[in-house]
């Protein structure tokens, strides 16, 4: 079955810092990927997506590369707010798959002024 | 202005109580999802509907139920058999089947005395 593993948090950085949040997947066709974040007490949105191999998501400063020789799909972002303080899921879908996400377990990340 | 709605954003009951959540959507979309999230597990599916007067059951649809009467409308119904009902529920919708995004409502915090 599909399954996408995010590395463990939280995480927490000073402002401008520059981000990686590592995302990894398994698959068993070819998948479309995903970053969604969710602000506190509130529902997911989604961040960016990349829909087929060395794709390119980008949205607000971030960007993610999706590479299929490793299955990865990590989010980054240069210099980091204290606005971006948030949980951010990796999730992926399958073509067919009638848009039924997989989620990795997310990652908090607090960002200090 | 389009999105998802779920009312309430907090609902408190004793055990051994039935409670019904709302989600509602005026975005003309055709499918419509129910996500479970507890913390570090990230999101877990209970039910998903394609059309109306259809759904399937998700990865967790033990001591849930749907339905899918309208369009717009896709009300979960979390039993006295779910052994362990405090969680954040969200609801989502996509246009259809594939890759498209998900769309998020903005979640239902239910807490079982």
């Known amino acids: 079955g599909n399954s996408v593993t995010q590395m463990e948090g939280p995480v927490t950085l000073s402002e401008e810092a520059f981000l990686t949040i590592n995302c990894t997947y398994t698959?068993?066709?070819?998948?479309?990927l995903f970053w969604y974040v969710q602000y506190p007490g509130e529902g997911l949105q989604l961040l960016l997506k990349?829909?087929?191999?060395?794709d390119k998501g980008s949205n607000k400063g971030f960007e993610a590369t999706y590479r299929k020789e490793t299955t990865s799909f990590h989010l980054e972002k240069g210099s980091v707010q204290v606005s971006d303080s948030a949980v951010y899921f990796c999730?992926?879908?399958?073509?067919?798959?009638?848009?039924?996400?997989?989620f990795g377990k997310g990652i908090t990340l607090s960002v200090r002024p | 202005d389009g999105g998802i709605t779920q009312s309430p954003k907090y609902l408190f009951r004793k055990e051994g109580q039935n409670v019904t959540l709302s989600c509602e959507q005026n975005?003309?979309?055709?499918?419509m999802y129910w996500y479970r999230q507890d913390p570090g597990q990230g999101l877990r599916l209970i039910y998903y509907?394609?059309?109306?007067?259809?759904?399937q059951k998700g990865d967790i649809a033990e001591g849930y139920s749907v339905s899918r009467e309208k369009k717009e409308s896709f009300p979960l119904t979390v039993t006295s058999a779910q052994k362990n009902p405090t969680a954040f529920y969200l609801c989502?919708?996509?246009?259809?089947?594939?890759?498209?995004?998900?769309?998020f409502g903005p979640g239902t915090r239910l807490t079982v005395l």
């Open positions: 989502a919708s996509t246009q259809g089947y594939g890759t498209d995004t998900q769309y």
């Open positions: 698959a068993t066709g070819y998948p479309s």
């Open positions: 990349a829909t087929k191999a060395d």
């Open positions: 999730a992926l879908t399958e073509t067919g798959a009638n848009s039924k996400l997989t």
């Open positions: 975005l003309n979309h055709d499918a």
């Open positions: 509907s394609q059309i109306v007067n259809d759904f």
